[in-house]
């Protein structure tokens, strides 16, 4: 009865250390530039959960609605490609997504900016990049 009251101790204080940490390890994203806005959390996805990557929860949002451009997070993961999440014009749009590299077990390094859409003739103007990386 004593080994059973010790156990079940022992996993009380080592599943409630495990929510502690998961709880401190969500911190806060603020991206802006002109016209863009990205305002969330961000947290690393432990290995053993899938995908385990950067997962980044907030709103997208057009700060100046009669631009007529649209706005856009630019993220890159790894050594791969840019890729784009867009927004919607005069909008903010909800973000809950995970960025992984789907190769390796572990996701170690993500770029992210929030930018706005200037179009074809003009570059389009983006918030400093973001480097998240982890060991």
């Known amino acids: 009865m004593r080994k059973l009251a ?3 101790v022992a996993a009380g204080l080592f599943f409630g250390g495990m ?3 998961m709880a401190d390890s969500t911190k806060e994203l603020v991206m802006t530039t002109p016209g863009v806005a990205f305002k969330g959390t961000y947290q690393w996805q432990p290995t053993t959960k899938v995908p385990s990557g950067l997962h980044v929860k907030g709103e997208l949002a057009d700060t100046n609605k009669d631009d007529g451009h649209n706005v856009y997070l630019r993220v890159k993961v790894e ?3 840019w890729g784009h999440l867009t927004g ?3 909008k ?3 973000v809950d997504k995970v960025y992984y ?3 390796v077990l572990k996701t170690k390094k993500v770029r992210m900016h929030a930018c706005l859409d200037r179009g074809s003739l003009r570059p389009d103007h ?3 990049e973001q480097l998240f990386s982890r060991n």
């Open 92 to 94: 903010r749009v909800k």
């Open 6 to 8: 010790t156990a079940v």
């Open 126 to 128: 983006c918030s400093p």
């Open 88 to 90: 919607v014009q005069k």
């Open 101 to 103: 590299d789907g190769a």
């Open 79 to 81: 050594d791969y490609p």
């Open 19 to 21: 929510g502690v940490a």
